[in-house]
Nanobody, 117 residues
Framework: VQLQASGGGLAEPGGSLRLSCAAS????????MAWYRQAPGKQRELVAS???????NYLDSVKGRFTISRDNAKNTVYLQMNSLKPEDTAVYYC????????????WGQGTLVTVSS
């Protein structure tokens, strides 16, 4: 299984970015899909998650600004980030709990988001 994350980059405060993470390989099903982030000198934290039933959960500081969604046909999870703040600057990682011949958790390679004027 491979996870390919994309969409990071530089945005101004108040701007928007959309992250994508596509999974490929011998995937039978995907349960939970999530985005984590890790800022310099800080621990990795859960930003948002979405279950197979499309129930979502968000870090308090991103509620109302970020939206997680999934496309099951494409094995892809998205993170729409609006009203970006400098404190959103971090490396963002996708995390998928999925089934091949067994269940496992997989991480994407990380994509850098920088919010600065």
């Amino acid at each position: 299984v491979q996870l390919q994350a994309s969409g990071g980059g530089l945005a101004e405060p108040g701007g928007s970015l959309r992250l994508s993470c596509a999974a490929s390989g011998s995937i039978v099903s995907i349960n939970c899909m999530a985005w984590y982030r890790q800022a310099p000198g800080k621990q990795r934290e859960l930003v948002a998650s979405i279950t197979s039933g499309s129930s979502t959960n968000y870090l308090d500081s991103v509620k109302g600004r970020f939206t997680i969604s999934r496309d099951n046909a494409k094995n892809t999870v998205y993170l729409q980030m609006n009203s970006l703040k400098p404190e959103d600057t971090a490396v963002y990682y996708c995390n998928l709990h999925l089934r091949t011949t067994y269940y496992g958790t997989y991480w994407g390679q990380g994509t850098l988001v920088t919010v600065s004027s």
